[in-house]
């Protein structure tokens, strides 16, 4: 009997830790993700956030693969730009990925003659992805960018 209740114990802070665990990793604050990369990167250009619908369409994206998004952008003279992703899925994150990847590359095709000097940050932009985010952050500042994702992948 002492064998049977010791574990139903050991089951049960299993499924607790686990528990515990999938909170933590599974909700992360899109809207303050963008809005701290926002504040705290020193952005050459001045940046707006955009609608939902505008962002979809500039990443070729529509609405069955993503759940939620915040993104700022900038006037257009420069390539700055935040997009922070919910994906609906894991799955659907590899999609979001290859499309902020595409947008990169659209966006280093369209600043190599307009723009030239934005193509530094162009070369590296952060793009991360942790389960169902993807986060990206074109700015001079990638240290600042990386470590306030990170802040919040834990």
């Known amino acids: ?4 209740f010791i574990n139903i114990l050991a089951l049960a802070m299993i499924f607790t830790v686990a528990g515990c665990a999938n ?3 599974a909700n992360i604050d899109t809207d303050a993700v963008a809005d701290k990369l926002a504040s ?7 940046m707006s956030n955009i609608e939902d619908k505008t ?6 994206l529509d609405e069955n693969s993503v759940k939620k998004v915040n993104a700022y952008e900038s006037t257009g003279a420069t390539a700055e730009e935040i997009a922070i992703f919910e994906a ?3 799955e659907s994150a590899k999609t979001v990925k290859a499309a902020a ?8 095709a369209g600043f190599e003659d307009y723009q ?5 940050k162009l070369k590296s932009p952060v793009l991360k992805t942790s389960g169902k985010y993807v986060f990206l952050c074109v700015s001079d500042d990638n240290s600042t960018a990386n ?8």
């Open 101 to 108: 990847e595409q947008r990169i590359n659209d966006q280093r």
């Open 40 to 46: 705290e990167i020193k952005f050459a250009d001045q």
């Open 116 to 120: 030239p000097k934005e193509m530094e």
């Open 23 to 25: 909170k933590t990793a």
């Open 1 to 4: 009997m002492k064998r049977f």
């Open 147 to 154: 470590k306030v994702i990170d802040s919040f992948i834990k």
């Open 55 to 60: 962002v979809l369409k500039l990443y070729g």
């Open 88 to 90: 609906k899925d894991e």
